[in-house]
């Protein structure tokens, strides 16, 4: 089990360009996230999906799109990125029952030019 | 609005010694909370969590304290090591999809 994997693990864009960032889970888990963490702001929901085809806007969505087309895939883009942007970018997952607990992905670093 | 606060940036302890952690919520439909841990360059991992029907649970060298009234939860690491030395974020659940985390505190354990 390789768990919760990101890809890439650092990138480096320039103001404008876009890009995707993908995220995979093997333990067949119904919920999947996306969160940014930035300094003394802890860990902030951008997108999430408790289903496959399904997403909804979490805490900080604005600049963001997000696709679940395949229930083991979860896809973040950045249509035109800004430096605000610029963070650490962490997927999650958990199944839809039982306890709340999510499974991390081990981070995508993201630096906006 | 900060539905969950650590409002502890930093801390540092002596290795054999206990460390507590500190959160505090404001949401009343909060009824699950969890704590994760987390090294640099690395995602979170879960370490304890407790349910609202419960005051204290325990896990090895690890505590989660829950006091309802005071909207209150801290976690005690005791003894502490240098290997805990890491970023601690809280995080409360509803019941719904989703967690709201914390700021996160740096524990710093010193040999």
Redesign the interface.
Known sequence: NAGVTQTPKFRVLKTGQSMTLLCAQDMNHEYMYWYRQDPGMGLRLIHYSVGEGTTAKGEVPDGYNVSRLKKQNFLLGLESAAPSQTSVYFCASRTSGGTDTQYFGPGTRLTVL | DQQ?K?NS?SLSVQEGRISILNCDYTNSMFD?F?W?KKYP??????LI?ISSIKDKNEDGRFTVFLNKSAKHLSLHIVPSQPGDSAVY?C?A?D?G???T????TQLTVNP
């Open positions: 969950v650590q940036p699950y969890l994760y360059a690395e995602g979170p991992t879960f969590s974020f995080a659940s019941r999809s989703r967690l985390f914390g700021e996160g």
